[in-house]
């Protein structure tokens, strides 16, 4: 499954401190540190790769209020923060000494594969409040993650490396891990009784000052002006162009129906029984099952 955030981009020693190493590198940057502050909030977005966390989490840092949203717990990035924080005190610590707004609120962003790390990590995982955000238009999303892998432009202001082609493994591949990204997190928030809200990318893109005024009730943060930190980055929403999104789409569409005609595997059904041809009864199936079973001796 591609990540949003590539570890293997994560420069060393000097060039994470230097914007011009790529855009990558500039979370990094001394320059958005906070000074020193007691945490006295923590929040988790909880996400799926290009389901807009990216910019939304740039909205919340800009607001002064919601610290700065960024995945601390991907292994690349802890081990950048680990050589930031030179063995001072622990990786942990040290990000939350950095990364602690003025008014005390400390937040991340997870993608579900980077729940390990954080559950390793924090002493108190379930003392988060978790925003579970989505996208509504599963394909479109799955359509975006493709282009990204393909292209090695994950955010923004990221140059593409290679053109984008459509390829129908690819997207039912992202459809996939997408839709199992989202349940993985379904069962966790669901199955710990963590404090949640869920959140949809088409709602934030609409009107983000609803969706920032939504999360500071949720959260309990009173929204004041509090100044801005040193140094500001301001991301752009990145799309496809509309013709190539629906191109894409619809083209993806029509190869899946083509597919199930012919009882061929598409994403979400990976073994589909011959469509014509004598069906085997259960008694047969039964049978067959038991011949093959291999009972211990």
């Not at 914007?19 to 906070?34: A, C, L, V, Y």
């Not at 960024?70 to 001072?88: I, M, V």
């Not at 088409?202 to 959260?219: G, Q, R, V």
Request: aromatic letters at 12%; hydrophobic letters at 35%; proline letters at 6%.
């Amino acid at each position: 499954m591609g990540k949003v955030e590539n570890p293997n981009s994560v420069g060393n020693s000097v060039a994470l401190e230097n914007e011009k190493s790529g855009p990558w590198q500039r979370q990094f940057n001394t320059e958005f540190d906070f000074a020193p502050c007691s945490i006295s909030k923590k929040f988790a977005l909880c996400t799926t790769p290009r389901c807009g966390s990216h910019f939304f989490g740039h909205k919340l840092h800009q607001t002064g209020c919601f610290g700065y949203p960024l995945e601390y717990f991907n292994d690349g990035n802890w081990r950048a923060w680990g050589k930031r924080a030179a063995k001072s005190i622990s990786t942990l610590d040290y990000i939350h000494s950095v990364r602690t707004g003025p008014n005390g609120v400390f937040a991340t962003k997870l993608h579900h594969e980077h729940l390990k790390l954080f559950l390793e990590k924090e002493k108190d995982p379930l003392s988060y409040r978790f925003i579970h955000l989505q996208r509504r238009d599963l394909l479109r999303q799955a359509v975006s993650f493709a282009r990204a892998q393909q292209t090695g432009a994950w955010i923004s202001d990221m140059p593409e490396l290679s053109k984008a082609s459509y390829d129908w493994g690819m997207i039912s591949q992202k459809v996939d891990a997408i839709s199992l990204g989202n349940a993985n997190w379904d069962s966790f928030l669901t199955s710990t009784g963590a404090r949640r809200l869920t959140m949809y990318y088409e709602d934030i893109a609409a009107d983000p000052a609803a969706a920032i005024l939504k999360i500071s009730e949720f959260l309990e943060i009173e929204q004041v002006d509090i100044g801005p930190t040193k140094k500001q980055f301001t991301p752009r929403k990145q799309s496809l162009p509309a013709n190539k999104t629906e191109d894409w789409s619809d083209r993806y569409i029509q190869d899946c129906q083509a597919r199930l005609a012919n009882s061929k595997p598409i994403a979400g059904v990976h073994y589909l029984p011959p469509k014509f041809g004598p069906k085997p009864s259960a008694v047969k199936i039964s049978k067959a099952f038991l011949r093959n079973l291999r009972m211990p001796t």
